[in-house]
């Protein structure tokens, strides 16, 4: 039997890391953990601070009673509501702006249904220049039009109404609608369509039994955007309202501030109801506007 040479048997087996070798990687692998964790943290802390202290600052002086220097609102008062409410007409105000913002929100989601099916379905000459069009209005500042869209209002009659800002809201947020909706049908099978139209549906009956059940986190992410855009006008609505029972929230938070001293409580109460509403908006539809931001209309 002849003997294995050093070749035959192969490298020899490395040896084990020490233990001394083993805790210095240990050691690095924990600073690098931590290092991860100071990246991550610090950013987050600083935001959160940026972001909720003002909104603790507003709700401290909201619910704070009037003189009061305390840090802490207490005890808890709802003075400032009740005099921005009622003394200051926040309830015409308030009302105002629902109407404004859902009539916007109806009225932006039906037009972007109907517009955006024909941009994913549809095909005609000069689509792809329409689409251009539409998302280059999006660069146009709302200031430069107030002139333009003062003067047609005025014309028809249409300043210090409502409905001078439904227009003027609706306009300027379809462009968005539009875009948007198209590109949640797209994501719809055809072949969901063609099969309903098999079964004897025309494109309508097609459209609402197939299509508009599977665009409901599409519906709630345009009307959310819509809803918020018109709440939130302020430019608008300074512009085209005069008569102080038309105006709209943001326009009555501008008036709370004097010009040679401020109501803070009311100010901040103020602050706090306009809001509220979209705080429980999105408090409700967080989990259809994902879906509708992300995945598309179509699910599985």
């Known amino acids: 039997m002849s003997l294995a040479t050093r070749d035959d048997v192969g490298p020899a087996p490395a040896a084990p890391p020490t233990r001394h070798a083993t805790g210095a990687h240990a050691a690095r692998k924990r600073r690098r953990s931590v290092g991860d964790r100071l990246m991550l943290w610090v950013p987050l802390t600083l935001f959160l601070l940026f972001t909720l202290v003002p909104l603790y600052w507003m709700v401290l002086f909201a619910f704070r009673p009037t003189g009061s220097t305390a840090l802490v609102p207490w005890p808890i008062t709802l003075e400032n509501f009740e005099r921005v409410w009622e003394g200051s007409g926040f309830g015409v105000y308030f009302r105002n702006s629902i109407a404004v913002a859902v009539a916007s929100l109806v009225v932006s989601t039906v037009i972007g249904m109907l517009g955006g099916y024909a941009l994913a379905r549809l095909s005609f000459r000069g689509k792809n220049v329409f689409l251009v069009i539409m998302l280059c209005t999006q660069f146009i500042p709302g200031a430069m039009m107030l002139i333009p869209l003062f003067q047609i209002f005025n014309g028809l009659y249409l300043t210090n109404s409502l409905w001078s800002l439904i227009i003027a809201d609706t306009v300027f947020h379809l462009p968005l609608s539009l875009v948007l909706m198209a590109g949640f049908i797209r994501n ?107 995945a598309g209309a179509v699910k599985g």
């Not at 098999?198 to 609402?208: L, P």
């Not at 609505?237 to 009555?252: C, E, H, K, L, N």
């Open 188 to 294: 719809v099978p055809v072949s969901l369509e063609e099969s309903a139209q098999v079964d004897g549906c025309g494109r309508i009956r097609a459209f609402c039994a197939v299509v508009l059940p599977l665009l409901k986190p599409g519906i709630v992410a345009v009307g959310s955007f819509a809803f918020i855009s018109a709440w939130n006008n302020f430019l608008f609505a300074i512009m085209f309202i005069s008569s102080q029972d038309r105006f709209t929230v943001p326009v009555g938070l501008s008036y709370l501030l004097g010009e040679f001293g401020s109501d803070f409580g009311a100010l901040a109460a103020g602050g706090l109801i306009a809001v509220a509403p979209v705080v429980v908006l999105f408090a409700y539809v967080q989990r259809f506007l994902i879906q509708g931001l992300s």
